[in-house]
Protein backbone atom coordinates (compact mmCIF):
# COMPACT_ATOMS: atom_id res chain seq x y z
CA UNK A 1 0.00 0.00 0.00
CA UNK A 2 1.80 3.79 -0.76
CA UNK A 3 0.06 6.53 0.26
CA UNK A 4 2.78 8.77 -1.15
CA UNK A 5 1.04 10.48 -4.21
CA UNK A 6 -1.72 11.69 -1.32
CA UNK A 7 0.76 12.98 0.66
CA UNK A 8 3.55 14.90 -1.59
CA UNK A 9 3.40 17.82 -1.03
CA UNK A 10 6.09 21.14 -1.31
CA UNK A 11 6.68 23.79 1.05
CA UNK A 12 5.16 22.03 3.62
CA UNK A 13 4.97 23.40 7.45
CA UNK A 14 5.88 21.05 10.30
CA UNK A 15 2.11 21.22 11.68
CA UNK A 16 0.80 20.24 8.48
CA UNK A 17 3.18 17.47 8.28
CA UNK A 18 2.72 16.08 11.44
CA UNK A 19 -1.57 16.21 10.23
CA UNK A 20 -0.70 13.79 7.39
CA UNK A 21 1.12 11.55 9.29
CA UNK A 22 -1.57 11.17 12.05
CA UNK A 23 -3.91 10.72 9.18
CA UNK A 24 -1.53 7.50 7.47
CA UNK A 25 -1.06 6.00 11.35
CA UNK A 26 -4.79 6.11 11.86
CA UNK A 27 -4.48 3.69 9.25
CA UNK A 28 -1.67 1.41 10.49
CA UNK A 29 -2.20 1.37 14.21
CA UNK A 30 -5.79 0.23 14.27
CA UNK A 31 -4.79 -3.14 14.43
CA UNK A 32 -2.05 -2.48 16.79
CA UNK A 33 -1.90 -3.03 20.74
CA UNK A 34 -1.79 0.22 22.16
CA UNK A 35 1.41 -0.05 23.72
CA UNK A 36 2.75 -0.33 19.90
CA UNK A 37 0.64 2.00 18.54
CA UNK A 38 1.72 4.82 20.78
CA UNK A 39 5.35 3.97 19.94
CA UNK A 40 4.76 4.13 16.29
CA UNK A 41 3.29 7.67 16.82
CA UNK A 42 5.36 9.27 18.98
CA UNK A 43 8.70 7.95 16.86
CA UNK A 44 6.94 8.83 13.91
CA UNK A 45 5.97 12.20 15.12
CA UNK A 46 9.48 12.93 16.19
CA UNK A 47 11.49 11.93 13.37
CA UNK A 48 8.73 14.15 10.78
CA UNK A 49 8.73 17.13 13.28
CA UNK A 50 12.85 16.85 13.48
CA UNK A 51 13.21 16.35 9.55
CA UNK A 52 11.18 19.60 9.06
CA UNK A 53 13.11 21.65 11.84
CA UNK A 54 16.80 20.82 10.51
CA UNK A 55 15.66 21.93 6.52
CA UNK A 56 13.93 25.23 8.00
CA UNK A 57 17.30 25.92 10.42
CA UNK A 58 19.71 24.74 8.11
CA UNK A 59 18.27 25.03 4.32
CA UNK A 60 15.78 27.40 3.97
CA UNK A 61 12.72 25.37 4.19
CA UNK A 62 11.07 21.96 2.54
CA UNK A 63 10.60 21.97 -0.81
CA UNK A 64 8.87 18.01 -1.21
CA UNK A 65 7.66 16.03 1.37
CA UNK A 66 6.01 12.56 1.11
CA UNK A 67 4.74 9.54 3.07
CA UNK A 68 4.91 5.78 1.97
CA UNK A 69 3.44 2.72 3.45
CA UNK A 70 5.00 -0.48 2.24
CA UNK A 71 4.11 -3.58 4.03
CA UNK A 72 6.48 -3.58 6.76
CA UNK A 73 7.58 0.15 6.94
CA UNK A 74 6.66 3.74 7.42
CA UNK A 75 9.03 6.00 4.96
CA UNK A 76 8.82 9.63 5.27
CA UNK A 77 11.08 11.98 3.12
CA UNK A 78 11.85 15.28 3.33
CA UNK A 79 13.91 17.04 0.75
CA UNK A 80 15.69 20.43 0.74
CA UNK A 81 17.50 22.66 -1.64
CA UNK A 82 20.73 22.31 0.67
CA UNK A 83 23.57 19.79 -0.46
CA UNK A 84 25.04 19.58 2.79
CA UNK A 85 24.45 16.12 4.84
CA UNK A 86 23.45 16.01 7.71
CA UNK A 87 25.54 15.11 10.84
CA UNK A 88 25.61 14.39 14.42
CA UNK A 89 27.38 17.20 16.21
CA UNK A 90 29.54 16.28 19.17
CA UNK A 91 28.01 18.69 22.06
CA UNK A 92 28.68 19.10 25.70
CA UNK A 93 25.94 16.78 28.21
CA UNK A 94 23.51 19.51 29.12
CA UNK A 95 23.99 22.10 26.03
CA UNK A 96 20.50 22.99 24.28
CA UNK A 97 19.83 21.70 21.03
CA UNK A 98 22.13 19.52 18.38
CA UNK A 99 20.60 16.68 19.59
CA UNK A 100 18.56 15.95 16.37
CA UNK A 101 20.04 14.18 13.49
CA UNK A 102 20.97 11.61 16.71
CA UNK A 103 17.69 10.92 17.63
CA UNK A 104 16.54 10.62 14.26
CA UNK A 105 19.08 8.11 13.59
CA UNK A 106 18.57 5.85 16.77
CA UNK A 107 14.46 5.73 16.10
CA UNK A 108 14.68 4.84 12.57
CA UNK A 109 15.27 1.19 11.33
CA UNK A 110 16.60 2.85 7.66
CA UNK A 111 18.32 6.14 7.00
CA UNK A 112 18.98 7.55 3.36
CA UNK A 113 20.33 10.86 2.31
CA UNK A 114 20.59 11.41 -1.55
CA UNK A 115 21.52 14.65 -3.22
CA UNK A 116 21.12 16.24 -6.37
CA UNK A 117 21.82 19.37 -8.44
CA UNK A 118 18.45 20.49 -6.62
CA UNK A 119 19.63 19.79 -3.22
CA UNK A 120 19.24 16.40 -1.19
CA UNK A 121 16.39 14.28 0.58
CA UNK A 122 16.52 12.43 3.68
CA UNK A 123 14.49 9.18 3.32
CA UNK A 124 13.67 7.63 7.10
CA UNK A 125 11.93 4.45 7.67
CA UNK A 126 10.53 3.42 10.85
CA UNK A 127 9.58 -0.34 10.79
CA UNK A 128 5.95 -1.00 11.26
CA UNK A 129 5.30 -3.58 14.39
CA UNK A 130 3.42 -6.90 13.44
CA UNK A 131 -0.04 -6.76 13.81
CA UNK A 132 -1.38 -9.63 16.32
CA UNK A 133 -2.70 -12.56 14.31
CA UNK A 134 -6.11 -14.21 15.54
Not at 23 to 32: K, T
Request: proline share 5%; net charge neutral.
Amino acid sequence: MSVADATEEPGISSADARSQVRSVLAEVCCGLPLPAARQLRDDTLLVVSELIANALRHAGGVTRFSIRLNSDELQLRVSDSSVVRPRALDVEAGQPGCYGWAMVRSLCSRLQVTTDAWGKTVTAALALPLAPQL
